[in-house]
């Protein structure tokens, strides 16, 4: 279908220390026992998307991720990495890979999105109104508040602050305003013109953007060429599109036109006219084409391209993990409400547990673990090869690969990474524990950050 | 009114009374008293009144229809402005430059295209991984699949060490030899289930078909074979790796396949099958049955057969829910929960590998309504096709002509999904794969590919630019100052004659009548304010008060039938009815290549419905909801017919491409030119 897709997949993110460091970088991160790439991957693999540019930041990154891939997806995907510097953006990203881009539109896709909004509704509104930029919206979640229940009072005073504002044309296809929760301060500047053409504008905070775009690749290369700053797609790229979609510069529109021009016969000049005017008048114009046309005439003038919106639907799972909270959030998701997401069974293939011991709903126990007796788990993710001792109780936690928990451990809302230590009578409210750190005997924590120092 | 209603059930009770149809009126010169009671009926309603009306002595006769040869030359020459070649209509004119390649076609994603880690798709599938040092991009993951990236070279490289495992087999099976074997093998198995049930169907048709090798048999086996590829791909896969050992497979496979190919029977296949196998016997007349199979008539399932439409579901790309309360009279046709196609579509975006990027996006439009009006989507699908032609290469050990043409049928089928084909699509799909046909098997790919696409834009700008041209000349004639113009809907072509009289200083008004739900008028009356005209815009219900002011009707069609009914957008019937009562002409006018030789007595049997919420909602008026939880209701219809016919009788001329002809006259356009022209 003459797309290309792209993956950024991030490489040490500042906001999830200490969970991710690095040898366990951002897209390696397990989310429910599995790499949060991984979803990525396994999402366009069912769309049938088999051939993948894969941009991590970090060269040690690129090969940790690499060397993951070519593990897990060997023969099922054709996967390219390309690492690049830390620190460009994804903007700068793209730039590094501009020249390996070829097909007519680029799809691009957060590696840190776990969703089942499907990759083919976006490419074929995008394809549908010829768009130069489609960018999918979600619902913002709110699982986040409202179902994670026990753990949910601390989280409402974090969501706020990060909506976005979005502004939409009343059939909700046509993007014309976006404001990320960053650049978002008291006022909120609308383009009159803008308005003018549309006529009515809706203006929602309940959406969010999901990181998954469809570019027209002209475009997206001229504006990367040109604008030099631009540093993120989603803070510049897509803002500086939807808001000069009424006054496209010449190049914007000039390319695609000559694209379709050149496909044309010449024999015929006068009837390419009437072609292309029959099949304008054949649809419904859009608020461009009427904005583009003269008052008086119908010579286009003005330039225009479109920026589209594809609004997933209420009932699709769409989170990005972004933060911990979130992390912790596609956690609980993906065991329970959205299992769809993971293709193979919750419980692994042979944990070992001992007597009186209690495995919850909505759990996911991996390979090779061993529990002690009397233990409780309640919706939280144990990884593989874990050893828990007696009475240990386990809630709304992840619990990463290699774990050893001593005996009386009780983990509340916790984050415990790989080869951590805690040892008996830990106890752990809202913690995260970054990876290889040694929890002393009998210690209590509340909602504090642990981290080995970094050497 | 009444009294001719009543003596029409007494002659003819067999006749449906549905639409606006007068019974199979005697003849058109013997008048018939009770029908001339009325006495704003006119007295007869002839094509030579339009004539009257028509001082500026035109110098065709409506009624004549001109020679070919003489009369194309001169309508190119005048119309034109030498901008295209003389005999522009017949199709062995030589003038016309062939396309040279594209050469955009580089920056996309040609499946022919080098991939530098050695792997052909013929080599050993699926056992190493390869990493390509020298280049930015680093190959990590490699299916067998050819398109890659791998082959540009860049400056600094980031190895990734490849130490996977050699073989891979566990991770997708479909990829190793002996699988691959086995998908052969089910596929053979499945091309003699096919042939089996052939054999079993034509059998009594005379012509004795051998199980064995028969060249026409594979082709149309083939045929069936790639319309039931869509969807049950898979399921041969998953079958052949079930069993291994082939004979198993293929019994299984045989019996699993017998269904689908029977399924794809009711179409039209059933006819062309046969009759191929009869000319590849017969030899000697091949010609004349490949024009029967091409004239067969087009595959209309009726759609409250129940068999039936369950079987096309299985093999149909869109999924689509069946509207559940229809109109008792209606049932036949196929009526869909409207919202359930698009997004089930959309989804399966990068899932449909057949169907071409071009031709898919064609779909979705007239899916979601982004194209409409009968020129403009026989143009978008011709451009998708020709889209699609370029992009073809014929598969080894296929013959184009063959393969081509099983590719563009499922192109079809697809769009029929999408959306029925107007009758005018139907008639540009039959020349295209009469062309595909007709092709020398001496040609060679790409001289083939560059034939149909020149054949294709000849087409487009003939038999739709052109004629709209030559229409424009005639109906120009027709239009004096002082006239009051009205037209209904948005047709191009009327669209075109009001500008271009416009644009000849002629001074008159135009009357812009619409309806609901679609308000096509609304665009129309845009374009024709914009351009300075003096226009007033109505809606159908008042077109009897507007009627008065009026001098002529202009309206455009669909197809015109070859009993002279028009059939055409809903709502044309009744502005014609009462156009002819209040006597005043109605010219129609359409493109002769929208013609077509059925007859049709009423707009029950062939038509289309729409989305029934356009009808039961305000669009941008969410406050009047007065149907608002009724519309499930069991008790409740709701009915948004497309179409409709007009008689002939309220037709007073009939304006196309050979000239102004009464609607009698259309059999003859029929027969005369559209064999000569697009059949040749």
């Known amino acids: 279908m003459d797309f290309q897709v792209v993956v950024l997949a991030g490489g040490n993110s500042k906001s999830l220390t200490p969970l991710v460091s690095k040898d366990v970088p951002k897209p390696l991160l397990p989310v429910a026992n599995h790499p949060v790439l991984y979803y990525v991957l396994h999402q366009l693999e069912e769309s049938n998307l088999k051939d993948l540019i894969v941009v991590v930041e970090g060269e040690d990154a690129g090969l940790l991720v690499g060397a993951w891939i070519s593990g897990t997806f060997v023969d099922r995907l054709h996967v390219e990495i390309a690492a690049v510097p830390e620190d460009i953006g994804t903007a700068g990203a793209l730039r590094a890979i501009s020249h390996y881009l070829t097909a007519k539109d680029i799809l691009i896709v957060s590696g840190d999105l776990v969703s089942d909004v499907s990759l083919g509704a976006v490419a074929a509104t995008h394809r549908r109104h010829d768009a130069v930029v489609t960018a999918t919206l979600c619902c913002v979640p709110i699982c986040g508040s409202s179902e994670s229940g026990s753990s949910g009072g601390k989280d409402k005073t974090k969501k706020p602050g990060r909506y976005n504002i979005i502004g939409l044309d009343p059939r909700k296809q046509f993007l014309l305003h976006i404001a990320t929760g960053a650049e978002i301060e008291k006022d909120t500047r609308l383009q009159e013109h803008l308005l003018h053409a549309v006529g009515q504008m809706e203006i929602r905070s309940d959406l969010m953007d999901a990181h998954m775009y469809a570019f027209k690749r002209s475009v997206l290369q001229e504006v990367l060429d040109r604008k030099d700053t631009f540093q993120s797609l989603k803070q510049d790229v897509v803002p500086y599109l939807v808001r000069s979609q009424l006054k496209s510069e010449a190049v914007l529109s000039g390319i695609p036109q000559a694209e379709e021009d050149g496909n044309e016969k010449v024999s015929f000049p006068n009837n390419q006219v009437m072609v292309s005017q029959i099949l304008a008048n054949a649809s419904t114009p859009s608020f461009h084409e009427l904005y583009s046309m003269d008052p008086d005439g119908s010579a286009q003038t003005r330039k225009t391209h479109k920026c589209c919106a594809y609004i997933a639907s209420s009932s699709s799972y769409c989170v990005r993990l972004n933060s911990i909270q979130a992390f912790m959030d596609i956690n609980r998701d993906v065991t329970g409400e959205a299992d769809h997401l993971l293709s193979d069974t919750v419980i692994g293939p042979s944990p070992k547990l001992g007597t009186k011991t209690t495995v919850g709903p909505h759990c996911m126990l991996g390979e090779g673990s061993e529990m002690g007796d009397k233990c409780q788990v309640k919706r939280s993710v144990i990884g593989r090869h874990c050893r828990i001792g007696s009475h240990v109780k386990v809630v709304n936690s992840v619990v990463m690969n290699h774990v050893t928990i001593g005996d009386g451990c009780i983990i509340q809302g916790s984050v415990v990474c790989s080869n951590v230590q805690l040892q008996e009578r830990v106890v752990l409210k809202d913690c995260q524990v970054g990876a290889g750190f040694v929890v002393t005997a009998g210690s209590e924590y509340k909602g504090e950050s642990l981290a080995r120092k970094e050497k | ?680």
């Open chain 2, 1 to 680: 009114m009444d009294p001719r209603r009543t003596a029409r059930t007494v002659s003819d009770p067999k006749v449906r009374q549905v639409g606006f149809f007068t019974p199979a009126p005697p003849e058109r010169s013997i008048s018939d008293p009770p029908r001339f009671q009325d006495p704003i009926q006119p007295p007869s309603p002839s094509p030579t009144q339009v004539n009257d009306h028509s001082p500026s002595g035109n110098s065709l006769s409506p009624v004549m229809i001109p020679p070919a040869h003489h009369h194309s030359d001169n309508f190119l020459r005048t119309a034109l402005q030498a901008t295209s070649p003389p005999k522009a209509f017949s199709y062995s004119a030589k003038t016309v430059t062939i396309p040279p390649e594209n050469e955009d076609v580089a920056s996309s994603f040609s499946p022919g295209r080098k991939v530098v880690s050695a792997k052909s798709p013929s080599s050993f599938p699926g056992v190493k991984a390869s990493s390509v040092p020298a280049s930015e991009l680093t190959t990590v993951s490699v299916v067998n699949l050819p398109p890659g990236i791998s082959e540009k070279a860049g400056g600094a490289s980031v190895e990734v060490q490849n130490d996977r495992p050699v073989s891979a087999k566990t991770l997708k099976e479909k990829t190793s030899k002996a699988e691959r074997r086995a998908l052969q093998e089910a596929q053979r198995a499945a091309k003699a289930a096919a042939k089996g049930t052939c054999c079993l169907c034509y059998s009594d048709s005379g012509v004795s078909v051998g199980y064995g090798y028969v060249p026409s048999m594979v082709y149309l086996v083939y045929f069936t074979f790639v319309l039931n590829n869509f969807v049950p791909v898979d399921h041969y896969v998953f079958l052949a790796e079930g069993t291994k050992a082939s004979s198993a497979a293929s019994m299984v496979v045989t019996s699993a396949n017998t269904k689908p190919s029977k399924a794809a029977k009711p179409s039209s296949q059933k006819n062309d099958g046969s009759q191929v196998a009869a000319s590849e016997k017969k030899g000697g007349d091949r010609a004349p049955e490949k024009d029967r199979k091409k004239d067969a008539p087009h595959p209309r399932m009726q759609y409250d057969d129940k068999s039936r439409v369950e079987k096309a579901k299985k093999r149909a790309v869109v999924k689509q829910t069946e509207a559940r309360n229809r109109v008792e009279l209606f049932r036949h046709l196929p009526q869909y929960e409207h919202g359930t196609q698009l997004p089930d579509l959309e989804t399966k975006f990068f899932e449909l590998n057949p169907m071409h990027p071009a031709v898919y996006k064609v779909g979705l439009q007239y899916l979601s309504g982004d194209i409409r009006g009968g020129n403009a989507r026989c143009i978008a699908m011709f451009q998708a096709f020709k889209e699609a032609i370029k992009d073809y290469s014929t598969p080894p050990e296929k013959t184009l002509i063959r393969d081509l043409t099983a590719r563009i049928s499922s192109y079809v089928s697809f769009l029929i999904e999408c959306r029925p084909l107007s009758i005018s699509m139907g008639n540009a799909i039959k020349f295209l794969k009469n062309r595909i046909a007709k092709l020398p098997l001496a040609l060679s790919e790409s001289e083939a590919k560059s034939t149909l696409m020149l054949d294709i834009d000849r087409f487009i700008n003939e038999k739709i630019i052109l004629s709209e041209k030559v229409i424009v000349k005639h109906a120009v004639t027709k239009i004096r100052d002082g006239d009051v113009l009205l037209t209904y809907g948005a047709s191009s072509v009327v669209e075109m004659i009001l500008l271009h009289a416009h644009e000849l200083g002629k001074h008159f008004r135009v009357v812009v009548v619409d309806s609901r739900p679609k308000l096509e008028g609304q665009l129309l009356l845009r374009r024709l304010v914009r351009k300075g005209l003096s226009c007033t815009y109505t809606h159908v219900n008042a077109v009897s008060c507007i009627m008065q002011d009026v001098t002529r009707v202009f309206l455009g069609a669909s197809s015109v039938l070859s009993n002279g009914t028009v059939y055409s957008r809903v709502g044309t019937a009744c502005v014609a009815m009462v156009a002819h009562a209040f006597r005043v002409p109605v010219l129609v006018c359409c493109e002769a290549y929208k013609f077509h030789e059925r007859v049709q007595l009423d707009s029950i049997c062939f038509n289309e419905l729409g989305n029934p919420d356009a009808i039961s909602k305000v669009q941008g008026r969410e406050e009047i909801n007065y149907l608002d939880g009724l519309v499930n209701q069991e008790n409740l219809q709701l009915l948004n017919l497309i179409y409709d016919a007009t008689p002939s009788d309220y037709v007073s001329m009939v304006i196309t491409d050979y000239g102004m002809i009464p609607p009698t006259s259309v059999p003859v356009i029929v027969r005369e030119y559209r064999r000569d022209h697009l059949w040749s």
